[in-house]
């Protein structure tokens, strides 16, 4: 069975800091790969998708990046963090493209970042 | 753009009742549609979809109701149990060519033993 692992589960982290939250997939190949955030009362806000190794779109204007330097690994970093990066993070993956029809997005089980 | 919203932001039921979630969209062109779990400090787990060529899929005390008419979706659970206290969100895809989904804001559920 597929599996999904992020981490750290939490992290605290001086604003002006850098950033690295790493994500694997085991069971699966040729995934995609998701970062979304998380903030309290809103619903996920997308933030890069990878459909492959060094493919990375990005859907909002951020001081954050994404890479993916291997099939099942998708990380998300910073150069320098800023307090309104504080939030919950998300990796998730879900069966690459094919068929009319979608499939679900599997989630890990996030990383709570404080920027102070 | 679309919009994707729940009709109650908490719901109190009594164990052994059965509950029900709604969800409306916007988006005519919206073919996917999941419902999601999410525990406290946990990431969001994966309930039941169904697409849009169906109207109703059961799952296991769970059912999917989808009226595309007027763009709605609701989960019912059947014999709530104080396990199923959770926030609850649906997601919807965007109808565009990358199949993304836009996700709703949730619905926290509380079971009263």
């Known amino acids: 069975s597929q599996t999904i692992h992020q981490w750290p589960a939490t992290l605290v982290q001086p604003v002006g800091s850098p950033l690295s939250l790493e994500c694997t997939v085991e069971g699966t190949s040729n995934p995609n790969l998701y970062w979304y955030r998380q903030a309290a009362g809103r619903g996920l806000q997308l933030l890069f998708y990878?459909?492959?190794?060094?493919?990375i779109s990005s859907e909002v204007p951020q001081n954050l990046s994404a890479s993916r330097p291997q099939d099942r690994q998708f990380i998300l970093s910073s150069k320098k963090l800023l307090l309104s990066d504080s939030g919950f993070y998300l990796c998730?993956?879900?069966?690459?493209?094919?068929?009319?029809?979608?499939?679900?997005?599997?989630f890990g089980n996030g990383t709570r970042l404080t920027v102070t | 753009g679309e919009s994707v919203g729940l009709h109650l932001p908490t719901l109190s039921v009594q164990e052994g009742d059965n509950s029900i979630i709604n969800c409306a969209y916007s988006?005519?062109?919206?073919?996917?549609f999941i419902w999601y779990k999410q525990e406290s400090g946990k990431g969001p787990q994966f309930i039941i979809d169904i697409r849009s060529n169906m109207d109703k899929r059961q799952g296991q005390r769970v059912t999917v109701l989808l009226n595309k008419t007027v763009k709605h979706l609701s989960l019912q659970i059947a014999a709530t149990q104080p396990g199923d206290s959770a926030v609850y969100f649906c997601?919807?895809?965007?109808?565009?060519?990358?199949?993304?989904?836009?996700f709703g804001k949730g619905t926290k559920l509380s079971v009263k033993p």
């Open positions: 998730a993956w879900s069966v690459r493209g094919a068929s009319s029809y979608n499939s679900p997005l599997h």
């Open positions: 997601a919807v895809s965007d109808g565009g060519s990358q199949g993304n989904l836009i």
């Open positions: 988006n005519s062109a919206s073919d996917y």
């Open positions: 990878s459909v492959g190794i060094g493919q």
